[in-house]
């Protein structure tokens, strides 16, 4: 392996994580039914006051919103009245992120690719 190439890949599998990592998910408020209806992993919650909360493995109990929020020790079960809530929201897959994402990756990698084809020339 060239010297070059070990820096390509220093450069380039960082850069690649970051995008995934960053991109391809958004947040979109739904209706607090979708939780018994899709039970989705986690939800963001909107109480009455504007404060938010992560809960996961959400769930819908008689007139509460049940989860579990990471503690400083340990994960704690919480429970929001409804009539509290006044949105939530459910991560869920962004296409043209996603799209955008795959195709600027792919144009990024052969660019990369064609510098060091010109860079480095293979001698037969």
């Not at 010297?3 to 995008?19: D, E, F, G, H, N």
């Not at 209706?31 to 989705?40: G, I, L, T, Y």
């Amino acid at each position: 392996m060239t010297p070059a190439s070990k820096c390509q890949r220093r450069i380039v599998i960082p850069l690649l994580l970051t995008c995934f990592l960053l991109g391809c998910y958004k947040w979109s408020v739904q209706p607090a039914s979708v939780v018994s209806d899709e039970a989705p992993e986690q939800v963001r919650v909107m109480l009455s006051d504007g404060s938010w909360v992560k809960l996961r493995s959400p769930e819908v109990r008689g007139d509460s919103i049940v989860g579990s929020t990471k503690g400083t020790s340990a994960d704690a079960l919480v429970a929001y009245s409804l009539a509290d809530v006044a949105a939530v929201e459910v991560r869920q897959t962004d296409v043209l992120k996603t799209t955008g994402l795959v195709l600027g990756l792919g144009f990024a990698l052969a660019v990369l690719i064609g510098f060091a084809a010109n860079r480095f020339e293979i001698v037969d």
